[in-house]
């Protein structure tokens, strides 16, 4: 298997406008239309991984070419595999055509390919494996040696068109997603130790790069870097670096902090802007590290506008000079007065939030004042309060006990009547019986049946009264525990 290395120069068609351009793979290259979804990358052509990198997604595009020692967290599905040795797949490895697998690989899924399988010795797959067309196992001599005797071959046989050709690049990459060497991509970091750049494309978790390059990119997280430029970008998150620029209506739904900071005046920002020496907001940026290229075509062009003005210069009047210098003074008044109120215009927006957060703020604090001013008040009318209270509780205490008094007396006068009619009937009682004893003497026994039937009703009344008194005096007890 080939290990992919940072020296290795690659032509590349639809990068940029459709040009062939060579790039390395010492840079974080993110092509247009790339998906970052919770589990997998989705790319529309090519994928190329360096060596030593840990992927916390599965890879999907046309060719998936993966370097040493690197774990893919998910499903690798393309027309054409390339796994090099002491791999680790997590998932299921899905080829459509032909697939090439180094030795030392573990994949935890299941391998299906449709074409032809070349094999390293000492591959472990759990799943099961299933190809269509020929599998080879073997052990490959490294390509760099291969070459090398190969060269000399043709060398000596003295064919050195055909030692030419293999300098040419046989296969093409298109629109490639590089990942470097030694790098961290999952769900919450995107980490590497070289520089980043993206194009229209829709990236998920925090960039922690050296230098960001980012245009027409919807980015779910926050930017870290040393320079950092944002062109006609959405940011959920915040932006922090040396030197920030902010391009073609850029948002950033976050705060950037930086030392210098570069913007136009159509980008925004929605939490604060911190730059140690300074913040810049111009019409329109122009980026010191543009191409050699773009530099050479805005001379050309300005130098056309230059010989346009040159051959329509008329002999005129100093009048007319006159006349177009005060017009260009008066449009450069107006195009000051105009950036001087959208400044003032956004100035007056952040000081209508503030004022409107201050007065939250007051009538919060007016809300509290009176709430305890309030309470302060209650407080005082109720020590105010409190010894009317007490005097009327100690009026009601002297009226219950002036009843309770009263019902006792009652109660005693009842006690007393009651014991003389006790005394009553005991005399009555001995009457009845002397006189029952002297019925039954004179009568007989019908004397003593009416006299029995006497004392029984008397004993009776008795305790119908003694019951009666009992009542009276529970009730009159609940009366005065009520009143109190």
Not at 468 to 481: E, G, H, P, V, Y
């Amino acid at each position: 298997m080939e290990e992919i290395r940072d020296e290795k120069l690659v032509n590349v068609e639809g990068v940029g406008k459709g040009e062939e351009e060579s790039f390395t793979f010492n840079k974080l290259l993110i092509p247009a239309n790339t998906k970052f979804e919770e589990r997998n990358i989705i790319v529309e052509k090519d994928v190329v991984v360096g060596a030593g990198c840990n992927i916390g997604y599965g890879l999907m595009g046309r060719k998936v070419i993966v370097g040493e020692k690197t774990t893919v967290g998910g499903d690798v599905v393309g027309e054409e595999v390339r796994l090099d040795s002491w791999n680790t797949v997590k998932g299921n490895v899905i080829c459509r055509g032909d697939a090439y697998i180094g030795e030392f690989t573990t994949i935890e899924g299941r391998l299906t390919v449709f074409g032809d399988l070349e094999i390293g010795r000492n591959v472990k797959i759990k799943n099961g494996f299933e190809a269509k067309g020929l599998i080879t196992i073997q052990d490959p001599l490294p390509v760099l040696i291969f070459i090398f005797l190969y060269l000399l071959e043709l060398l000596r046989l003295g064919r050195l068109e055909e030692a030419e050709k293999l300098f040419e690049v046989v296969d093409e990459i298109e629109s490639p997603l590089v990942i470097p060497e030694n790098s961290n991509v999952n769900l919450e970091v995107i980490r590497s130790n070289t520089d980043l750049e993206a194009v229209g494309s829709r990236i998920l978790g925090n960039l922690r790069v050296k230098n960001v390059r980012v245009e027409g990119c919807e980015i779910f997280g926050s930017i870290r870097g040393e320079r950092i430029t944002v062109d006609g970008c959405r940011v959920h998150g915040s932006i922090e670096g040396k030197t920030i620029y902010l391009l073609n209506g850029t948002e950033v739904y976050g705060s950037v902090r930086g030392e210098r900071i570069y913007m136009e005046d159509n980008c925004t920002v929605d939490a604060s802007i911190v730059g140690k020496d300074g913040v810049w907001i111009k019409r329109r940026i122009e980026l010191p590290d543009r191409s050699i290229t773009q530099l050479l075509e805005d001379a050309e062009r300005k130098a056309g506008e230059v010989v346009g003005r040159l051959a329509k210069v008329e002999i005129v009047d100093k009048n007319k000079v006159d006349q177009e210098k005060t017009e260009e003074e008066r449009r450069g008044r107006e195009s000051a007065r105009k950036g001087r109120r959208r400044l003032k215009s956004r100035t007056s927006k952040w000081r209508r939030l503030k004022m409107r957060r201050i007065q939250r703020a007051k009538k919060a604090q007016q809300e509290k004042a009176g709430k305890a001013g309030k309470a302060r008040e209650e407080e005082k009318l109720g020590k105010a309060k409190k010894p009317e209270k007490e005097a009327e509780v100690e009026k009601e205490i002297k009226e219950a006990g002036e009843v309770g008094e009263e019902v006792r007396e009652e109660v005693r006068g009842e006690i007393r009547e009651v014991g003389e009619e006790i005394k009553v009937a005991k005399k009555s009682s001995k009457k009845g019986k002397k006189r029952n004893e002297k019925a039954t003497k004179g009568k007989g026994t019908k004397g003593a049946k009416e006299a029995k039937t006497k004392t029984k009703k008397i004993q009776k009344t008795q305790k119908t009264k003694k019951t009666q008194k009992t009542r009276k005096t529970r009730a009159t007890k609940k009366a005065t525990k009520t009143k109190k």
